[in-house]
């Protein structure tokens, strides 16, 4: 190797930037890296949600395509597919001013039950005046109130009702 090949190598070596090095061979691959794998979950995701509420729908385990096995067009009725649809409903908490009022709107859900021997989540709502049910409150509510508890939440009351049911 001669002189000046020996002297344009190490002027080579001190004009080279070593933070520009580091961000081009190992921080520009890593963050494409990085966004390219967070892609490919988030599709992956949809993809996977996709096929689970297909499944939930049509009432299946698992989608089968064109190439694997026959499809039940039976599976596609409206009275079978009603059955496999699951709607989940929740109570809204609400809090009550005093434990007397608690008692007072559990004595009037007894009484409706007694009277039609099930308690909607619209009869319950209908307790308070600020907070509107809707037509689908009709179908929901409970064939019992014996696990009814009352509980203390940040100075005031509230009642804790068992899962609700499709009535």
Known sequence: MSENTLR???????????????????????IRGAISDLFANVLDTIAECGKDIVCTLLGTDEIVGSSG?????????SSSRKSNIKTRRSVDRITIATKAECLDVLDDLRYIMKRRGEVTLADYYNCFKDHPSDFTDERYGWKSLDRVTIARSGGKYILNLPPVEEL
Request: glycine share 6%.
């Open 8 to 30: 344009e190598n190490v002027e080579q070596i001190k004009n080279i930037d070593v933070h520009q090095m580091i961000v081009k061979d190992i921080v520009e691959p890593g």
């Open 69 to 77: 096995g026959k499809r039940d067009y039976r599976k596609y009725h």
